[in-house]
Structures are given as C-alpha cells and as structure tokens.
C-alpha cells in the first residue's frame, strides 16, 4: 500500500507506550495497532485529529505516500 502510517516513530520520538496512546485516544489497543501496521481501510479526522494533538504533531508526520512500481 503507498500510504505509510508512521504512528510509531512518533511514539518513539514522545516515548509513549502504545497502551497509553489507545487509552488517550478512547480506542483499544487492538485498534490503535490495526491503524499502526496500515491494514485500517481508513481513519476518522477526528481519530487524526486526536492522534496530532496527543502527539503534538501535524498529519503529515503521521501519514506519509510513496509511490510503488
């Protein structure tokens, strides 16, 4: 898929657990790891939303397009 979500380099970059990012995002930790890995079919803006003030970052830093061949 070209959309790369980059959900943990930005919880690397915070050093957040994922277990405290679900709890402030109101998802389970199930969830938060089906968006992490890119297999969601899409994601609310108010989830993107959340995830960018959580993490005090832009959603571009989140999500991220690579062209495949």
């Given amino acids: 898929m070209p959309i790369i979500v980059n959900i943990d380099v930005m919880l690397a970059k915070r050093k957040?657990?994922?277990?405290?990012?679900?709890?402030?995002?109101?998802?389970?930790?199930a969830n938060l790891s089906i968006l992490k890995t890119g297999k969601a079919k899409?994601?609310?803006?108010d989830t993107l939303e959340a995830l960018c003030r959580i993490l005090?970052?832009?959603p571009g830093d989140i999500l991220e397009y690579k062209q495949t061949e």
């Fill in 16 to 29: 957040m657990q994922s277990k405290e990012l679900a709890e402030r995002l109101g998802i389970t930790p």
């Fill in 42 to 45: 899409g994601i609310r803006f």
């Fill in 56 to 58: 005090e970052c832009q």
